[in-house]
């Protein structure tokens, strides 16, 4: 143990046993492979091992990091003064419930696998969601979504761990507060909870959803394909462009959409489309308002697919992926992004916001 925090062996024998780390790499366990060290680490197996790490932390007022995939993440050049607690918890249960199954995964199991695993015994809810990288417990925080699904629409519920008080809640997905890329998680209690276990409603023999154009596309006018196949589809299109997690394939080097698609209202929808002349493509976003393709919006401001600034640059294959071209660094990739964000803010006065998680930066540098 590091001499600064004493010799109170009773307090963290169990840490101990779970070989707590000094400086351990973080760019390595993210997809960006980007970012510096962790001064402290440590891989809980079991929610009392989460306990004790957080409890630990607690003690010495160090801040605190879960991770998880480290999928949606770009750490900062000097890395992260705190503990990092990587969540390894694994384990899934299944039972029957009015006609449907309910998966009980735990926060530590791949995502993407378990979508493999439902879709083959033709589970219906999360198809469309098939090869997004990360884990389990990263998909209530961020309420993952693609091709026409949220996880949203088949969470029932997640048990957390409430830091304040150490103590276990499970709480129903009303309680989340879901909406598009958010949830309490990652907005009004942000820090507050830690999940440990996420469980999805899904509906045996159920149709595949089709509403996404591009899945349209892969399939013959009036087929029905099986889970299995659209799964399969929404691979081949996210390798298409570049999200598919592929060694070796620099395009991948990314967060994925390194940008969320802008919701506006009527009004300011109907300004831009004054403003350009013609109306922009647009989604349903409910409550009045539409939601902006960020992609065409990026496009539109002058920057195409393979742009480079640097190190940086925005994928070949899919322009909402800013990715590592080597050895980039967290203040290359915000540089490239601060330049997108401005354009597209001075041709269609929107603000486009970023979606991957920050970790280690503080006010004024990186």
């Not at 990091?65 to 993440?73: D, E, I, R, T």
């Not at 596309?217 to 299109?237: C, D, H, M, N, Y």
């Not at 990715?323 to 915000?334: E, H, P, V, W």
Request: charged share 20%.
């Amino acid at each position: 143990m590091h001499p600064e925090y004493g010799e109170d062996r009773a307090a963290c024998c169990r840490l101990t046993e779970m070989k707590i780390q000094e400086n351990v790499a973080l760019a390595p366990l993210t997809t960006l492979g980007i970012g510096g060290p962790a001064r402290w680490f440590v891989e809980a197996a079991t929610e009392t091992e989460i306990v004790d790490a957080v409890r630990w932390a607690k003690e010495r007022t160090l801040p605190l990091f879960v991770l998880g995939g480290g999928s949606n993440l770009l750490v900062a050049d000097a890395g992260f003064t705190g503990l990092v607690l990587h969540v390894a918890l694994k384990g899934t249960e299944t039972a029957e419930e009015s006609g449907c199954i309910i998966y009980r995964v735990a926060a530590g199991e791949e995502w993407d696998g378990f979508v493999e695993k439902t879709v083959q015994v033709n589970c219906a809810g999360v198809e469309c969601l098939a090869g997004i990288p990360g884990t389990i417990g990263g998909t209530p925080v961020q309420n993952v979504g693609a091709y026409g699904q949220e996880v949203a629409e088949t969470i029932q519920r997640v048990r957390v761990l409430d830091l304040e008080r150490l103590e276990f809640v499970e709480m129903t997905a009303a309680e989340c507060g879901f909406a598009y890329r958010t949830s309490i998680f990652n907005s009004t209690a942000r820090g507050r909870f830690l999940v440990t276990r996420v469980d999805y409603r899904l509906r045996p023999g159920g149709a595949a959803n089709l509403r996404y154009a591009d899945l349209q596309k892969a399939f013959a006018p009036g087929s029905s394909p099986t889970l299995v196949e659209v799964a399969e589809a929404v691979r081949r299109i996210r390798q298409g462009k570049g999200m598919l997690i592929v060694q070796g394939d620099a395009d991948c080097r990314s967060a994925g959409s390194f940008f969320k698609n802008p919701i506006v209202g009527m009004e300011q929808f109907a300004e831009l489309t004054a403003r350009l002349g013609q109306e922009p493509p647009r989604y349903p976003a409910g409550d009045g308002r539409v939601k902006l393709p960020a992609a065409w919006l990026i496009e539109q401001a002058g920057f195409s697919k393979g742009f480079v600034l640097g190190r940086a640059g925005i994928s070949s294959r899919h322009t909402l992926a800013l990715i590592n071209k080597g050895n980039a660094t967290a203040a290359d990739l915000l540089t490239l992004r601060d330049v997108i964000v401005a354009g597209v803010g001075a041709k269609f006065g929107i603000a486009l916001e970023m979606e991957p998680v920050m970790l280690g930066f503080q006010a004024g540098g990186i």
